[in-house]
């Protein structure tokens, strides 16, 4: 661009931009970065220049410095430049009370241009308003922002606690291989074919699960690693592509013990990656009772709503439509809100097209009570007096309550009032305003059925029952309870874990339960079971989504808002332009021919 560039020479930088207060003043500094917006004014050229502490505002005065302001003049935004001056106290009335350096500016004496660039495609500023994929494709630009630096630089610090945490627990740091083998999370994998032995294909990890397993066996005690995770899942704001696991094993150790060390590890991440105190012990909550009171194993506490079951009160009932969802073996819930005057006739009409359309929900029941105590509703006229009677014991409900019923499967019915009542409790003020939540779910089932009706694990396949448990597995599986437990931040799962099964014969009869015959265990899980006959510890861990802790803890509500360079939710890095097709010649070697998708 036939524009000349300066080095730096002897100058070094003495301190970040956005560092620089009022205790500098008087002080020759050099500071560098890009030139975040220029202002001419008619004699006096300002320069915003920012670097990751911050922005500082940079004064080129004709009459003080005619070289640098000469040069300041063909400055344009986001070129790099370096500034040596002096910190000096602006005027009172040019003062700036919203910028950090807003007390004090850098005359310069001297500008360097280290290097030009090309115009921004969008204002590197918070909020962005440019569409994401404009954002991907732009990443250096869109890291640029102050939430983004803020955000990786949290991600920075968690990552520090939480090696530093475990560290200090006699924890050690070791990597798992990255081209393995299929592992049990169940979700689809990604596949990366060998080419020396043609035809077969590594895949990459869904977690390290197996490995760390074979790390206690193999006699290390407590692992961690913060590892890279790949499922093949089709892209959510809470789900990626790949993502990254604070992973952690340790042997001789119960439930408590491990629940010890994630409290510890939670308690010292969020206060030091995100400043946030949390108090300790952390609640706890059966997974039986978080479905009945929230609908969900991930409940937020802060809303003070909760669901009520009245299945019972509708088994016998003349009403049909809900009676027919007990006949089903499915459920009839209410989910209460008091003080529901505000959610006019409308908003409810719209809340039913969005539980149909968007939850797959059959419809939406409602009842308001009115201030005189009479109810409204379209189905009030298929009730009983002693249902009326029984739904206004249960749910508390008097005047001004609203009153919305789901009678469906379990699993539906439970999700859609899960939703209703984290939407409408925020909508209608029935937040406790407490600045976040934080507790553990616990006793989770080892089984549940699958859609076929057989009974496939809640978690994974090595959870261990709960000792006295075990005999049931034999009996009646659907009843062990099992040693799982979730920590749960903000209605957000930070992650999962429990104890193993170190008995073989355990771990056999578990996956026979699911359905793999002998052949089938020996060819997916052979060696894990024969690492569990060399002398396997009793053992549990646990793993952090860590994304999403990041995510949590800035604030965000997008995955892709914490990852540096992220997928979209085709799976597509806009930036790299990846995937990308390869060569006749790659694929050759590969063994590999492509078998073009069909456009229709
Ligand atoms: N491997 C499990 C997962 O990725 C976590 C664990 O149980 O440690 O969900």
């Known amino acids: 661009m036939g524009f000349e560039l300066d080095g730096m020479g002897t100058l070094r930088r003495t301190h970040g931009c956005g560092v ?107 909020p962005c308003d440019a569409a994401e994929n404009v954002r991907l494709e732009h990443r250096v630009h869109d890291l640029r922002r102050p939430s983004m630096q803020h955000n990786l630089r949290l991600r920075h610090r968690l990552a520090q606690s939480a090696r530093r945490t475990l560290g200090e627990l006699g924890f050690s740091e070791i990597e798992t291989p990255m081209l393995a083998r299929s592992t049990p999370e169940g979700a689809r994998d990604v596949l990366v074919p060998s080419r020396l032995q043609p035809g077969e294909f590594y895949a990459l990890p869904q977690s390290p699960q197996i490995m ?78 978080a479905m009945a009171r929230y609908g969900i194993d991930r409940p937020d506490t802060r809303i003070s709503l909760e669901l009520v079951d009245l ?81 206004a014991e249960r749910t508390g409900a008097g005047p001004g309550h609203l009153l919305f019923f789901q009678a469906d499967e379990a699993a539906r019915a439970n999700a859609i009032l899960a939703r209703l009542r984290v939407d409408l409790g925020n909508q209608l003020g029935r937040h406790d305003g407490r600045a976040y ?55 957000v799962e930070l992650g999962s874990g429990s104890l193993r099964n170190h008995r073989s014969d355990v771990q056999r009869r578990i996956l026979e339960v699911m359905g793999y015959d002998e052949a089938a265990m020996e060819e997916r899980f052979g060696f894990m079971l024969r690492a569990l006959d060399a002398g396997a510890p009793p053992h549990g861990g646990f793993a ?32 790299m332009g990846a995937p990308s097709p390869v060569s006749r010649e790659q694929l050759e070697e590969l063994s590999l021919r492509v078998i073009r998708p069909r456009k229709d």
């Open 437 to 491: 939540d934080l507790l553990f779910v616990v006793d989770f089932p080892v089984f549940e059925r699958d859609e076929a009706g057989g009974l496939t694990y809640v978690h994974q396949p090595f959870v261990a029952p709960v000792d006295e448990d075990i005999p049931l597995l034999w009996e009646d599986p659907e009843k062990v309870r099992g040693t799982h437990y979730d920590v749960v931040m903000n209605g």
């Open 20 to 126: 620089l207060r009022a205790d500098h003043i008087g002080e020759e500094v050099v500071v560098a970065g890009w030139v975040h917006r220029r202002r001419d004014h008619g004699g006096v050229i300002f320069i915003d220049l920012r670097d990751r502490e911050g922005l500082v505002q940079v004064v080129f005065k004709p009459e003080d410095a005619a070289q640098a302001h000469e040069r300041a003049g063909s400055i344009r935004n986001e070129w790099v430049v370096l500034v040596r001056g002096r910190v000096d106290a602006r005027s009172d009335d040019t003062v700036n009370a919203e910028l950090a350096t807003g007390a004090i500016e850098v005359t310069a004496d001297e500008v360097r241009v280290l290097n030009t660039a090309t115009p921004p495609p969008f204002p590197i500023e918070d």
């Open 311 to 391: 299945a019972d009160v509708f088994a016998h009932s003349g009403f049909r439509a809900f009676r027919a969802a007990v006949d089903a073996g499915g459920i009839v819930k209410c989910l209460p809100i008091p003080d529901a005057g505000a959610l006019s006739r409308s908003e409810i009409d719209r809340l039913e097209g969005f539980v149909k359309k968007e939850l797959g929900g059959k419809g939406l029941a409602w009842i308001r009570i009115n201030a005189d105590g009479g109810w409204q509703s379209p189905i009030v006229k298929f009730l009983s007096e002693n249902e009326k009677e029984a739904i």
């Open 212 to 289: 760390k397993q074979l790390f206690m066996v193999a006699g290390f005690d407590r692992y961690f690693q913060i590892a890279r995770c790949f499922r093949d899942e089709d892209g959510r704001a809470d789900r990626q592509l790949e993502f990254t696991q604070i992973d952690l094993e340790l042997s001789f150790c119960g439930v408590e013990d491990v629940l010890e060390v994630l409290e510890e590890v939670t308690a010292r991440g969020c206060l030091e990656a995100g400043g946030l105190e949390v108090e300790r012990p952390f609640q706890r909550i059966r997974y039986a009772d």
């Open 544 to 575: 952090f989504g860590f994304d999403r802790w990041v995510m949590v803890l800035c604030g965000a509500d997008n995955l892709r808002d914490v990852v540096a360079f992220p997928k979209t939710q085709r799976g597509q890095d806009l930036l």
